[in-house]
Protein backbone atom coordinates (compact mmCIF):
# COMPACT_ATOMS: atom_id res chain seq x y z
CA UNK A 1 0.00 0.00 0.00
CA UNK A 2 1.86 3.23 -1.09
CA UNK A 3 0.07 6.50 0.76
CA UNK A 4 0.22 10.01 -0.14
CA UNK A 5 -0.58 12.55 1.72
CA UNK A 6 -1.28 16.18 1.00
CA UNK A 7 -3.06 19.41 2.31
CA UNK A 8 -0.71 20.75 4.81
CA UNK A 9 0.06 24.33 5.17
CA UNK A 10 0.36 27.24 7.50
CA UNK A 11 -2.43 29.10 8.84
CA UNK A 12 -2.67 31.10 12.17
CA UNK A 13 -4.22 30.19 15.36
CA UNK A 14 -8.35 29.26 14.75
CA UNK A 15 -8.25 28.52 11.34
CA UNK A 16 -8.93 24.88 9.22
CA UNK A 17 -6.92 23.22 6.76
CA UNK A 18 -7.88 20.04 5.85
CA UNK A 19 -5.56 17.03 5.01
CA UNK A 20 -6.34 13.91 2.57
CA UNK A 21 -4.35 11.02 2.53
CA UNK A 22 -4.67 9.10 -1.09
CA UNK A 23 -4.00 5.21 -1.28
CA UNK A 24 -2.74 3.24 -4.38
CA UNK A 25 -3.91 -0.32 -3.01
CA UNK A 26 -7.31 -1.95 -4.29
CA UNK A 27 -7.39 -3.32 -0.87
CA UNK A 28 -7.85 -0.05 0.66
CA UNK A 29 -11.34 -0.75 1.83
CA UNK A 30 -10.23 -3.15 4.29
CA UNK A 31 -7.88 -0.90 6.09
CA UNK A 32 -7.54 0.49 9.08
CA UNK A 33 -6.44 3.94 8.84
CA UNK A 34 -5.13 6.54 11.19
CA UNK A 35 -3.36 10.48 11.28
CA UNK A 36 -0.32 10.83 13.41
CA UNK A 37 1.79 13.70 13.71
CA UNK A 38 5.68 14.30 15.20
CA UNK A 39 6.78 17.91 16.12
CA UNK A 40 10.53 18.77 16.46
CA UNK A 41 12.12 16.89 19.27
CA UNK A 42 9.00 15.22 20.03
CA UNK A 43 7.93 10.84 19.62
CA UNK A 44 5.26 10.53 17.43
CA UNK A 45 1.90 10.58 18.38
CA UNK A 46 -1.49 9.38 17.13
CA UNK A 47 -4.35 11.78 16.22
CA UNK A 48 -7.16 10.15 14.84
CA UNK A 49 -8.22 6.92 13.63
CA UNK A 50 -10.48 5.04 11.51
CA UNK A 51 -11.96 1.43 11.05
CA UNK A 52 -12.44 0.37 7.22
CA UNK A 53 -15.73 0.19 7.55
CA UNK A 54 -15.96 4.55 9.18
CA UNK A 55 -18.27 3.21 11.35
CA UNK A 56 -15.56 3.33 14.73
CA UNK A 57 -13.25 6.30 15.08
CA UNK A 58 -11.36 7.60 17.86
CA UNK A 59 -9.30 10.81 18.57
CA UNK A 60 -6.29 11.92 20.73
CA UNK A 61 -8.12 13.69 23.54
CA UNK A 62 -6.22 16.87 22.49
CA UNK A 63 -7.95 17.05 19.20
CA UNK A 64 -11.49 15.53 20.02
CA UNK A 65 -14.08 17.96 18.86
CA UNK A 66 -11.65 19.83 16.67
CA UNK A 67 -10.87 17.39 14.63
CA UNK A 68 -12.81 14.84 12.28
CA UNK A 69 -11.41 11.69 10.08
CA UNK A 70 -13.57 10.71 7.55
CA UNK A 71 -12.87 8.00 4.78
CA UNK A 72 -14.22 7.28 1.06
CA UNK A 73 -13.62 4.21 0.05
CA UNK A 74 -14.49 4.45 -3.26
CA UNK A 75 -11.76 7.08 -3.85
CA UNK A 76 -9.34 5.41 -1.54
CA UNK A 77 -8.79 8.19 0.31
CA UNK A 78 -8.78 9.55 4.16
CA UNK A 79 -9.36 12.80 5.33
CA UNK A 80 -8.89 14.98 8.74
CA UNK A 81 -10.63 17.85 8.73
CA UNK A 82 -8.99 20.51 11.16
CA UNK A 83 -10.66 22.80 12.94
CA UNK A 84 -10.22 25.47 15.83
CA UNK A 85 -6.11 24.93 14.89
CA UNK A 86 -3.58 25.91 17.98
CA UNK A 87 0.08 26.56 17.65
CA UNK A 88 0.44 23.53 19.64
CA UNK A 89 -1.07 21.50 16.38
CA UNK A 90 2.29 22.40 14.91
CA UNK A 91 3.99 19.26 13.36
CA UNK A 92 4.38 16.85 10.38
CA UNK A 93 1.28 14.88 10.02
CA UNK A 94 1.43 11.64 8.55
CA UNK A 95 -1.39 8.93 7.42
CA UNK A 96 -0.84 4.66 8.00
CA UNK A 97 -2.69 1.86 7.10
CA UNK A 98 -2.94 -1.54 8.65
CA UNK A 99 -4.42 -4.23 6.84
CA UNK A 100 -6.63 -5.86 8.62
CA UNK A 101 -7.93 -5.94 12.83
CA UNK A 102 -10.87 -5.41 14.84
CA UNK A 103 -9.86 -1.86 16.13
CA UNK A 104 -8.60 1.26 15.97
CA UNK A 105 -4.70 1.13 16.96
CA UNK A 106 -3.08 4.61 18.80
CA UNK A 107 0.09 2.95 18.86
CA UNK A 108 2.63 3.65 15.31
CA UNK A 109 4.20 0.07 15.33
CA UNK A 110 0.42 -1.25 14.44
CA UNK A 111 0.66 0.21 11.14
CA UNK A 112 2.72 -1.47 8.58
CA UNK A 113 2.32 1.38 6.08
CA UNK A 114 2.99 5.26 6.01
CA UNK A 115 2.73 8.02 4.03
CA UNK A 116 5.09 10.51 3.21
CA UNK A 117 4.16 13.26 5.79
CA UNK A 118 2.89 16.97 5.56
CA UNK A 119 3.88 20.09 7.67
CA UNK A 120 0.95 21.71 9.22
CA UNK A 121 2.00 25.27 10.98
CA UNK A 122 0.11 27.24 13.12
CA UNK A 123 0.75 30.63 14.18
CA UNK A 124 -0.20 32.77 17.36
Known amino acids: VQLQASGGGSVQAGGSLRLSCAAS????????MAWFRQAPGLEREFVAG????????DYADSVKGRFTISRDNARSTVFLQMNSLKPEDTAVYYC??????????????????WGQGTQVTVSS
Open 96 to 113: AARLGGTLVYRTARYYGY
Open 25 to 32: ERTFSRTG
Open 50 to 57: IMWSGGTT
